[in-house]
């Protein structure tokens, strides 16, 4: 996936013309197919640790909730970002966990049943918790429609998934035959996402890309390190670690590039760092997941 979104960038950016008729506002009915089949490959069981494990859950999303934004904040100013760059920034913190935290928590053998339910949970708290972070980090300086963006994730998030959970619990065996589908069409709607964006703003990516990318790069960086970081201040076992190290490190940034698309329209840039991360965090995060694998083959040979 990770070579799949970074070639659309590519694309994107060496061939922007191409892509001129397409509209953002795609963008929605795009992330909404990747909430759906979400929905679709949620099972009970993915809910039920909430009840079972809910002190996991709990240090995860405030985890997700608290570095991320806070980490956001810092690197806008540090860097001292436009009002456009930094509130895209802010938008990439404010989000819910990303569905390819999922599998790279699979791959880096980490606790799945636990990146799962933090993906859900946190997912369900996006509408009131993006706003609401979003707003208390930049709505000093920037108009932040809360209300706005609270219905903006629930018709492009929550609906989404919820459609997915009922055809799932209505039409079982559709879903069987199409589960095996779900992560390609996923990959082809992130990378379309990130191809939109990148060919919207090619020009303005070329001129201050470089600070951009140093951002996001640090940014998913320090987020994977701190949510390991909390994980050990907390004794975690080392698989749970690796879960909400992911799970903090990797964003929902097709939110917030649809986010910035739908609320902050007058700062075209803002859609920006979402697509950067979209590319950056599934090549970190492959990366990290060789790493971990590799740290318990290591530790089954001594």
């Not at 979104?5 to 950016?13: H, K, N, R, T």
């Not at 099972?43 to 405030?62: A, T």
């Not at 490190?249 to 979402?274: D, E, K, V």
Request: hydrophobic share 55%; glycine share 8%.
């Amino acid at each position: 996936m990770g070579v799949l979104v970074l070639v659309s960038a590519g694309v994107g950016l060496a061939f922007p013309g191409a892509f001129s008729g397409i509209k953002p506002t795609v963008i929605n009915p795009l992330l909404g197919i990747i909430m759906f089949g979400m929905g679709m490959s949620l099972r009970l069981e993915d809910f039920k640790i909430v009840f079972s494990r809910p002190k996991d859950i709990i240090i995860g999303c405030v985890a997700q909730f608290t570095v991320m934004p806070l980490l956001a904040f810092v690197l806008s100013r540090v860097f001292n970002l436009n009002e456009a760059l930094a509130v895209g920034v802010v938008l990439v913190g404010c989000c819910p966990g990303g569905t390819a935290s999922n599998v790279i928590t699979y791959l880096a053998k980490g606790d799945l049943a636990l990146s799962v339910g933090m993906t859900a949970t946190s997912t369900l708290l996006a509408p009131v918790m993006t706003p609401l972070l979003v707003w208390l980090l930049v709505g000093k300086s920037v108009d932040v429609d809360v209300a706005g963006m609270l219905f903006s994730i629930l018709w492009v998030v929550i609906l989404p998934i919820v459609v997915g959970l009922v055809v799932k619990a209505l039409w079982p065996k559709f879903t069987e035959r199409t589960t095996a589908y779900l992560p390609a069409v996923s990959s082809l709607s992130i990378a379309f996402i990130v191809l939109i964006i990148i060919a919207a703003n090619a020009q303005k990516l070329l001129t201050s890309g470089i600070i951009i990318i140093v951002v996001v790069v640090l940014h998913n960086l320090c987020g994977l390190a701190l949510g390991w970081l909390v994980g050990r201040l907390l004794h975690l076992p080392d698989a749970k670690r690796r879960a909400v190290s992911i799970e903090v490190g990797m964003q929902n940034s097709g939110l917030a590039s649809s986010l910035a698309t739908l609320h902050f329209a007058t700062y075209p840039m803002a859609t920006i760092p979402g697509a950067v991360f979209s590319v950056w965090h599934n090549i970190s995060g492959a990366i990290v997941a060789r790493i971990y694998a590799r740290m318990d083959n290591q530790a089954m040979k001594d």
